[in-house]
């Protein structure tokens, strides 16, 4: 028996180490595709890290900022 639980908890903490990583849509931090939030964001459905990032696109959106955003977004340089 102790050898049968070993074999899953074993499984579950390699499941959690190497959960499919993504990007952050707003801030580009890497994060657990299961621990992505989620917010509606300029018609798609975007992964977020946090409160925070959700907070920020929400905000660009209801002030009418998204293409603003967007070309920011696009002259950013890819970190990582």
């Known amino acids: 028996m102790a050898f049968a639980f070993s074999s899953f908890l074993d499984s579950v903490l390699f499941s959690f ?3 499919e990583k993504i990007d952050c ?3 580009g931090e890497k994060m657990r595709k ?3 939030l989620t917010v509606q964001f300029n018609g798609y459905t975007q992964p977020v890290c946090c409160h925070g990032c959700l ?3 929400r905000t660009v959106e209801q002030n009418n900022l ?3 955003y967007m070309k920011n977004k696009a002259s950013q ?3 990582g």
């Open 66 to 68: 998204v293409n603003e």
């Open 25 to 27: 849509f707003h801030c």
């Open 77 to 79: 340089p890819v970190i």
């Open 34 to 36: 299961s621990n992505a």
């Open 55 to 57: 907070a920020i696109l």
């Open 17 to 19: 180490k190497t959960g």
